[in-house]
């Protein structure tokens, strides 16, 4: 992964040191002579006068390359008074549902002046010769102003009807002009070009925070770079991710024993995660109750806000999939959790909304109201859902797709479904009835193991919460790699190439001292080069902790001798006793003198007994079978390894299958053996395909020269990787997984799940 570092000034003398942003400050009040923003005055001795500075930004591309230097001169509006430097601020806002909707129909069809005087200073190193004590009269709004964005709305809400455009009765910030063909498109373009100074950027690549990739198969969305922000912020950057951003069932209250927390830190990273949700609902519900506790929070409710950031990072690449050449149907579902809140038992209500492809709205709320029922609760759900599936309509009519037809909204609840159609149930919500008698909307049943909105109520475990997650449409960039046609051009190639280094699976690999070097370090730093991630973990040991290896090399004239060297001090990862057994997918476990010891540990044998169990892919190699059996986990399957294991397998039930070289391989069912690391590219290869793993453009040859000695280079960090060109260089072994992944990409070869 190739990483762009770039500083920007804090101040202006800084700034003022490099060229690129002194240009940047001038192009800046180029642009505000030339929009007649200001007029410079003699000072005013009755008016307040306010300060401005400047604000330095480097506006990057989606793949982390500089676009431009940007400087921004901002007023600072904080020091205005109401009633003497502004009287209106507000101004309306686009919701992120109505930005969601159209971005869903696409997929689906293929300066501002202002009412007061406001007098600021002369920008700092920009001060007009012999006119020192003179003061710039605002003609227009400015930056930082509190009437700023009154002032915009005002003037883009005039344009637009001067234009013909029809503001909606639904959304304050939605214009609407209909045309069939496409000159009247053209004709805006160059005209808001010519009024307001704007650019035609061509395809949208990123709006708002949010990065979109446009396709001719998907329109796909998502916050890879600010979520890559917020990770980095809040000092978890490289942490180990987890499955889940919560723990199945778990549930919090105001006041756990644990003591307080920052609640400044604390209110950033909650707010820092409600706006990742403008592109990931799976987080919608962690994010929501997370936000009952800004007030006092504590120790248990911070390391929970983190557990989130830590899913994040392991789900980095993920966004919100619209497929193309869908049928714009209204569809919605609603759930709810009844008297799920600790404090004051009142349920929580969910809904998400489709237009058969990915959702594109959705919400988790706290009821206002305590249900006596769960029927009750699916009742209150069922009702805020009717309210959002109204306002839809609206805004779908808007865009010229009228839901002619009831929007069916799916319950899994049939007493509150009988609820909604009886009207002798006294309940409170009426509306709801009427939308139902005016044939607006239709609750449908459908099975709780097939209810979506689920995910936005509790907290799940990993395989409901995985399953629910993909029926949101929310997605790794990965899942879109076989989407991808020739078509494409160059640069959306690249960013769906940017967005796709991440991991996705994770895998266990079971450690203890003397294990063999080959066999565990070779798959620890292939696999995650393949994009799985590996906690290496040995009993009794904590991450940080070392694992002596050795390098067993047999002896070529005898069949019974062996020497033994020793390897490499491998540095554990993760704390054998903090591993949760529903956070991995996989388990490896390596051969060597380990084995021996793993296999009479009864807490190795119960792990490996779980993932016998559940049937996980789990591979073992040389002597690692030895655990296997001790957890019965060979019996009744073909198994091989090394050849002096084959009475102790077969005295435990296995079907030895005999090696005939020392590199042989075996698969029965989600168990992978092998006998020696002799085998290891076959090895590894059946394991990603235990996995789902697919390696395309495995026929690539690769020509590798030992012993040659190149010219150094500065090793900082000791795993550093670089990219120049076709040429690809690491400083030592630490960096193998970066150093594989870089020369893959290169090499144009790609392991898919």
Not at 364 to 381: D, G, H, P
Not at 443 to 457: F, M, N, P, R
Not at 694 to 715: D, H, K, M, Q, Y
Request: net charge neutral; hydrophobic share 40%; charged share 25%.
């Amino acid at each position: 992964m190739v990483q762009h570092v770039h500083v920007e000034p804090e101040n202006f003398e800084d700034a003022n040191l490099d060229e690129s942003w002194r240009n940047a400050m001038k192009a800046e009040l180029e642009m505000i002579e030339k929009n007649n923003t200001w007029t410079l005055v003699d000072r005013p001795f009755d008016k307040p006068i306010i300060g401005v500075k400047w604000v330095y930004k480097t506006k990057l591309n989606l793949d982390g390359s500089v676009q431009k230097n940007k400087a921004r001169l901002v007023a600072k509006g904080y020091s205005q008074k109401p009633g003497i430097d502004y009287n209106e601020t507000f101004a309306p806002v686009a919701r992120l549902d109505t930005i969601r909707t159209l971005i869903a129909l696409a997929a689906q069809r293929n300066g501002i002046f202002l009412k007061e005087e406001v007098y600021v200073e002369q920008p700092q190193g920009f001060v007009q010769k012999n006119e020192e004590i003179k003061v710039y009269k605002l003609n227009k709004a400015l930056y930082g102003l509190k009437q700023a964005p009154r002032a915009w709305y005002d003037e883009i809400d005039s344009y637009f009807n001067k234009a013909g455009f029809k503001k909606s009765p639904s959304e304050a910030t939605l214009y609407i002009k209909t045309d069939e063909g496409s000159e009247m498109l053209e004709e805006f373009k160059n005209d808001m070009m010519k009024h307001y100074e704007m650019t035609d950027l061509g395809l949208l690549y990123h709006f708002l925070g949010m990065g979109v990739v446009q396709t001719n198969n998907f329109i796909f969305l998502h916050q890879k770079k600010y979520a890559m922000k917020v990770i980095e912020r809040f000092g978890l950057k490289g942490c180990k991710s987890v499955a889940t951003p919560l723990v199945a069932n778990e549930r919090l209250c105001k006041e756990d024993g644990s003591e307080m927390a920052d609640e400044s830190e604390y209110r950033q990273i909650v707010g820092s995660l409600l706006y990742l949700t403008a592109t990931r609902p799976d987080i919608m519900f962690a994010s929501s109750l997370l936000a009952r506790f800004m007030h006092n929070p504590t120790r248990k409710h911070m390391g929970t806000a983190k557990r989130v950031l830590r899913y994040v990072q392991g789900t980095l690449e993920y966004g919100v999939e619209y497929k193309k050449g869908k049928a714009a149907t209204l569809i919605g579902y609603c759930d709810s959790d009844w008297a799920g809140s600790e404090d004051d038992r009142r349920s929580t209500s969910g809904y998400v909304f489709t237009l058969g492809s990915g959702m594109f709205s959705w919400a988790s709320i706290k009821q206002n109201t305590v249900a006596l029922s769960t029927a009750e609760a699916e009742y209150v759900s069922a009702a805020e859902a009717t309210s959002q599936a109204k306002w839809l309509r609206f805004i779908l009519e808007d865009f010229g797709e009228e839901q002619v037809e009831g929007t069916p909204i799916l319950c899994d609840n049939t007493s509150a479904i009988a609820m909604a159609k009886n009207p002798a149930h006294k309940q409170k919500f009426h509306f709801i009835r009427e939308a139902i008698q005016a044939k607006e909307i239709e609750l449908i049943y459908c099975k709780s193991e097939d209810q979506i909105a689920d995910i936005l109520t509790k907290a799940l475990s990993k395989d409901r919460f995985v399953h629910l997650r993909n029926l949101l449409g929310v997605k790794s960039v990965k899942g879109l790699e076989g989407s991808r046609e020739r078509s494409l051009s160059l640069s959306q190639k690249h960013i769906l190439n940017t967005l796709s280094y991440n991991y996705e699976f994770y895998q266990l690999l079971l450690c203890g001292d003397y294990m063999e070097d080959y066999e565990a370090m070779v798959p620890f730093q292939a696999l995650q080069a393949f994009g799985v991630s590996v906690d290496a973990v040995s009993p009794s040991k904590k991450a940080g902790d070392i694992c002596a290896t050795a390098i067993t090399i047999k002896v070529e004239s005898t069949d019974q001798a062996y020497t033994e060297s020793r390897g490499h001090n491998f540095t554990l990862n993760a704390t054998f006793d903090e591993i949760e057994f529903d956070e991995y997918d996989s388990l490896l476990i390596p051969g060597g003198r380990s084995p021996q010891h793993l296999a009479m540990n009864a807490s190795v044998v119960e792990l490996v007994r779980k993932f016998s169990d559940s049937r996980k892919p789990i591979a073992a190699i040389c002597h690692g079978q030895l655990v296997l059996a001790a957890a019965g986990a060979v019996k009744g399957r073909k198994c091989t390894a090394f050849p002096t294991l084959k009475p102790g397998l077969v005295a435990a039930g296995a079907h030895w299958v005999e090696p005939d070289t020392l590199s042989v391989c075996v698969v029965d069912d989600n168990i992978v053996t092998g006998v020696t690391y002799y085998g290891n590219p076959e090895f590894i290869r059946l394991f990603l395909k235990a996995l789902g793993g697919n390696i395309s453009g495995s026929e690539r040859r690769v020509l590798i020269i030992c012993g040659v000695r190149g010219t150094f280079a500065e090793a900082n960090p000791i795993d550093r990787c670089v990219t120049d060109g076709n040429l690809v260089t690491a400083a030592a072994w630490n960096g193998q997984p970066e150093l594989i992944s870089q020369l893959m990409t290169l090499l144009d070869i790609r392991v898919s799940f």
